[in-house]
């Protein structure tokens, strides 16, 4: 019920990008962002089938992946639990560095840029530095 | 079924009609727990196919096993028009004896929000195919084989009629076997795929393994060396063809993109016909 | 599975119900009037015997027999109806509305077997129609033999009456009802399978009765005024009184034009006949003695009963080959 919570998968059929795959990079996400964390329990493939209708066996494949990747564990019939966090301290809701980044958002906001300059600049920074 | 892991298996499978063979030399498995697309253009043979599956043809060569109990939903959803929906559940259980599940089948009709008092031919196209799928999965069946289950339904009705029979195989396992003629309808529900054209199996496998083993190359069939064209549109060394990679592409990363299912099964079923559009 | 049929069925089989009903309570109703009128002209005494003197004479009971008759026949064609509307309404719809609806391909896909299926359906049509024909053809008995030589007690070998006797009348439905449901599993639709049962129906009863049913025995061919023809009322004629040469065989036209120019005096005397025997040439009728009516009831009943057994298999047949 906890994982159902907190990771709402969301499915674009159109992406282009693999289902299980959409999944895979969900789970991921709600781990950087702690929405999740070790010895949570991720939604059954049931519970993620009613809510998204799709393919069970998609959802088992992502988890299976998710498995090879060394994040979560099953354990037979209680259902998949989280192994590790992918969260680092600066992402976490309540970190400076998240502080830091509102701050400079809401100083980009006050000078008159968009969105679409934002995350140009936030990318052109990004790109020289990672 | 020898092998545990196989919900159906067809062998050398054939149907002579008086025009000639509706389906030929089909050979094919599926594994249990597996939703597979059944595809093709009208004609091809799925209705056949599915039928004979179900144990309503009688091939005239070859054979099809499954694996358990097989439940079917015909084409149009056949339904017995003046009954109302409690009617239905009763034929389900008085035809079906102790392999009906009747708690089940009340839980699926109220999910599905149909009253129980209602006429079945008051019932809207997308309430008729969830009471039909309905009347399927309360026989509990190991397999479902779905005769065009989307076809004629809004996207609202579509998407809860898929819910449905994923919850299904989330909670049974059930083996389902989809027809459609609309690949996308099946984008992301199916994890198998089988195309048939004019009665021959083109293709049958893995979606993920099939979109892996094919890949569309902006260059033309010259430069594809070994590789297995499927469909070339445009000429010897320009265009976009649609190639089964067997080993390592000699050709510029840029140049080369994953397929769609859809358009996988189109490229196949256009090569088949000889047309390059 | 017995519901299942009887749910699917249960307005042809009610409609058929009502009519039953109906013709009974028709029945009923000429039954009493005319025993009234019986009572009201004093003619008790014609109904064991009418072709005593005091019969002869009487013309109250003579204009009471003439409107009998209407009622008779008003009663002969609602019991034929009844035997073909069986067909055309139970019979034809019963599989001919699933092929067309498709709805087989539902009932076929559970578990319940297809015999079973097939055999539990055509039992849930047959046997209240059967119940039907019975109930009809036995009120029907009833009425006749309580109005003796009024309603023509004793014809029962004559066509008109003939074929709705209760064994007849269960034949008969038994056939429409069996060629109902072949038409259906053959035609797929339910308009057409009815149109084809009531022509294929009508038909055969008549082809039968008309051409078949007077050679189930050779008749007897005997001289008109031999006295165990005359006393014989159960008989059924089927030519009286035509010439034939002395061995009973047919004579043809110009012979006996001949022959009629050639002996005088009126049909039947006893001059003409001696004319006739000079000519090697006798009067003569052809006749089905009454005490047949039983072997001929049994002869046309285990036709038609075998004529539906043919079509049942044919339906099974056909129900097999759309499975192949």
């Known amino acids: ?130 | ?277 | 599975m017995i519901w299942l049929a009887w749910r699917q069925h249960r307005a042809a089989l009610c409609a058929l119900g009502v009519y039953v009903l109906a013709v009974v309570a028709l029945m009923v109703y000429y039954r009493s009037t005319m025993l009234a009128e019986v009572d009201a002209r004093h003619v008790w005494n014609c109904l064991p015997d009418e072709r005593t003197q005091a019969c002869l004479r009487n013309r109250s009971y003579w204009q009471l027999w003439a409107i009998s008759v209407p009622a008779a026949r008003n009663v002969f064609w609602a019991l034929a109806g009844y035997m073909v509307l069986a067909g055309v309404f139970a019979g034809a719809p019963a599989f001919g509305r699933e092929l067309e609806q498709g709805t087989h391909l539902l009932a076929l896909s559970q578990s319940v077997r297809p015999r079973r299926w097939f055999f539990v359906k055509l039992g849930m049509v047959a046997v209240p129609a059967l119940l039907g024909a019975v109930v009809l053809g036995l009120v029907r008995a009833w009425w006749v033999s309580s109005l003796g030589d009024l309603m023509g007690a004793r014809e029962r070998f004559q066509p008109g009456q003939f074929e709705v006797q209760p064994l007849t009348m269960v034949g008969y439905t038994v056939f429409a009802l069996a060629l109902g449901v072949a038409c259906g599993l053959l035609v797929r639709r339910v308009v057409p399978a009815m149109a084809l049962t009531l022509v294929g129906a009508v038909g055969v009863m008549y082809v039968v009765g008309r051409f078949l049913r007077p050679h189930y025995r050779p008749p007897v061919v005997g001289q008109f005024d031999r006295a165990e023809f005359q006393t014989d009322r159960a008989r059924w004629s089927l030519r009286q009184d035509v010439i034939v040469d002395l061995a009973g065989g047919d004579v043809d036209g110009a012979r006996r034009d001949a022959v009629l120019r050639a002996c005088d005096g009126p049909w039947g005397s006893r001059a003409f006949e001696g004319c006739l025997v000079d000519h090697g040439l006798r009067l003569a009728s052809f006749v089905h003695p009454g005490h047949r009516f039983w072997l001929f009831q049994g002869i046309e009943f285990g036709l038609f009963a075998l004529l539906a057994g043919v079509l049942v298999a044919v339906a099974v047949w056909l129900l097999r080959r759309r499975m192949s």
């Open chain 1, 1 to 130: 019920m906890e994982g159902l919570r907190l990771i709402d998968f969301r499915i674009d059929r159109r992406s282009g990008v693999a289902t299980y795959l959409q999944l895979v990079n969900q789970v991921k996400q709600a781990l950087r962002l702690g929405l999740v964390g070790p010895g949570d329990r991720l939604p059954t493939a049931k519970d993620v089938v009613a809510r998204t209708g799709i393919n069970p066996n998609t959802v088992l494949k992502a988890y299976r992946e998710l498995e090879r990747e060394g994040l979560v564990e099953p354990r037979p019939g209680l259902g998949t639990f989280v192994r590790r966090s992918l969260a680092t301290p600066g992402v976490a809701e309540d970190s400076p560095l998240r502080g830091d980044l509102l701050e400079w958002m809401d100083r980009a906001r006050q000078l008159g840029m968009g969105r679409e300059d934002v995350e140009a600049l936030f990318r052109a920074v990004l790109d020289q530095r990672f």
């Open chain 2, 1 to 277: 079924m020898s092998d545990p892991g196989v919900a159906v298996r067809a062998e050398g499978l054939g149907l002579r009609r008086r025009r000639g063979w509706a389906l030929r030399d089909c050979s094919f498995e599926l594994p249990a727990g597996s939703v597979t697309a059944l595809v093709g253009a009208n004609g091809a043979g799925k209705s056949t196919l599915l039928k004979i599956a179900a144990g309503l043809l009688r091939p005239s060569e070859g054979a099809v096993a499954t694996r358990g109990s097989v439940g079917f939903v015909a084409q149009d959803k056949p339904l017995y028009r003046g009954f109302t929906v409690a009617e239905m559940l009763r034929f389900g259980r008085v035809t079906n004896a102790e392999d009906w599940d009747d708690t089940y089948a009340r839980q699926l009709v109220g999910e599905a929000a149909l009253p129980l008092s209602a006429k079945v031919n008051r019932l809207s196209g997308g309430e008729r195919a969830r009471l039909a799928l309905v009347l399927a999965l309360a026989r509990r069946p190991d397999v479902l084989l779905l005769d065009e289950p989307l076809s004629e339904m809004d996207p609202v009705a579509r998407e809860d009629v898929l819910r449905t029979l994923m919850v299904a195989v989330a909670e049974t396992g059930v083996t389902v076997v989809l027809s459609t003629h609309v690949v996308s309808d099946l984008d992301g529900v199916c994890d198998h795929l089988l195309l048939l054209d004019r009665g021959v199996v083109q293709l049958a496998g893995e979606v993920e393994e099939l979109l892996d083993n094919h890949r569309v190359v902006l260059a033309g069939r010259g430069d594809l060396g070994d590789h297995q064209v499927i469909l070339g549109r445009g000429g010897e060394h320009r265009g976009t063809t649609l190639v089964r990679v067997t080993g390592e592409l000699d050709v510029p990363e840029e140049l080369v993109s994953a397929p769609g299912l859809e358009e996988l099964v189109i490229a196949y079923l256009r090569a088949n016909r000889g047309v390059a559009a």
